[in-house]
C-alpha cells in the first residue's frame, strides 16, 4: 500500500489545496459534493462548481484589497450622489465614465468647483468603480503628494515613489488649489502628472478655475506645460452649484 493510501485523503487533499492555493475549494468541496449528490449533478459540473467559487472568491477579495490600497478618504459612491442637485453636471457622461473605459483610454478627468458641490464624493465614486473593476486606483490630496514626494526626495526613494505613482492604472488628485505649492513642491506634482501623460488616467479636482492654476503653481510656464498635458484628452465636470453641506444643513435647520 503506498503512501498515498494509507493517509486519509481528506488530510492529503487538504494539504494539497492548501498548497496549490485554492481555500474555496478546501473549504466548500465537501457541502458541494453532497449537494450535487443530491441534485444528481455530475463530475465536471461539480468541478466546475467548485471552480466557479474560488474564482468569484479570489475576485472578491482582488477587489478588498484594490479598495485598500486606494487609501480613499470616505466610502462613498455614485449610487448615493443625488444629480438632481447639480442640474449642470451630465449624469449620463458621469455614468458613462463610471464604466471605466476612459482608464483604458488613458484620459483624464477634471472636476471643478466650489467647495462642497460633491468634488471629493464623485473622485471616489469613479475610483471606487474602477476598483470594481480590478485595476489599481491611488487617491491623494494635491498638499499630501507633494509632503510625500519631498520626503521621499529627501530620504533618497523618489524615484520609487514616482514609479509606483506612474504604475497606477488610475491617480485621483483632491483638492489642487486649496494650498499654493512651493517651488519644488509645484516641480514635483509636475513630475508626477507629466510622468502618467498618456501612461495612465488620473483625476484632478479643483476649486480653482484653469486661469487661476498659475497662482498654485506659482509659474505660467509650469502651469501651461502641466495643462497641457492634463488637457491633451480630458473630460472636464463643471460642479458648479451651491455647496451640498451647506444645503443640507439648512434644510435640517428648517425641519427642525
Ligand atoms: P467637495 O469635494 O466639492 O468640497 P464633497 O465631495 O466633499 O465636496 O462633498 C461634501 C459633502 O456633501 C460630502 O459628504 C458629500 O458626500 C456630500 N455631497 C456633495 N454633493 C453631493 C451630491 N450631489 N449628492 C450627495 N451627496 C453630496
Ligand atoms: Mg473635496
Not at 488616467?201 to 505660467?220: H, K, P, Q, Y
Request: proline share 3%.
Amino acid at each position: 500500500m503506498s503512501a498515498t493510501e494509507a493517509t486519509d485523503p481528506k488530510v492529503l487533499l487538504g494539504h494539497h489545496l492548501k498548497k496549490l492555493k485554492l481555500p474555496t475549494v478546501l473549504a466548500e468541496y465537501e457541502k458541494q459534493a453532497r449537494q450535487c449528490a443530491e441534485q444528481g449533478i455530475d463530475y465536471p459540473r461539480y468541478l466546475l462548481r467548485l471552480a466557479e467559487l474560488e474564482l468569484i472568491e479570489r475576485q472578491r477579495k482582488m477587489v478588498e484589497r484594490r479598495i485598500r490600497a486606494a487609501k480613499f478618504p470616505a466610502t462613498k459612491s455614485l449610487d448615493s450622489f443625488d444629480f438632481k442637485a447639480l442640474p449642470a453636471l451630465s449624469k449620463l457622461l458621469v455614468l458613462e465614465l463610471a464604466r471605466s473605459e476612459f482608464i483604458i483610454r488613458r484620459e483624464n478627468i477634471i472636476a471643478l468647483g466650489p467647495s462642497g458641490t460633491g468634488k471629493t464624493h464623485l473622485a471616489i465614486g469613479l475610483g471606487l468603480a474602477a476598483c470594481q473593476k480590478g485595476m489599481t486606483v491611488g487617491f491623494v490630496t494635491a498638499a499630501s503628494l507633494v509632503n510625500q514626494l519631498a520626503e521621499a526626495r529627501d530620504e533618497k526613494r523618489l524615484i520609487r515613489l514616482q514609479t509606483s505613482l506612474a504604475k497606477l492604472q488610475l491617480l485621483i488628485i483632491d483638492e489642487l488649489g486649496y494650498v499654493p505649492l512651493s517651488q519644488t513642491g509645484a516641480e514635483l506634482l509636475f513630475e508626477v502628472i507629466s510622468g502618467r501623460y498618456e501612461r495612465g488616467a488620473t483625476i484632478v479636482t479643483s476649486n480653482l478655475a484653469f486661469e487661476d492654476w498659475t497662482s498654485v503653481f506659482g509659474s505660467e510656464r509650469l502651469t501651461g506645460a502641466l495643462l497641457d498635458r492634463l488637457t491633451h484628452h480630458v473630460h472636464i465636470l463643471e460642479m458648479n452649484g451651491d455647496s451640498y453641506r451647506l444645503k443640507q444643513s439648512k434644510a435640517r435647520k428648517q425641519s427642525s
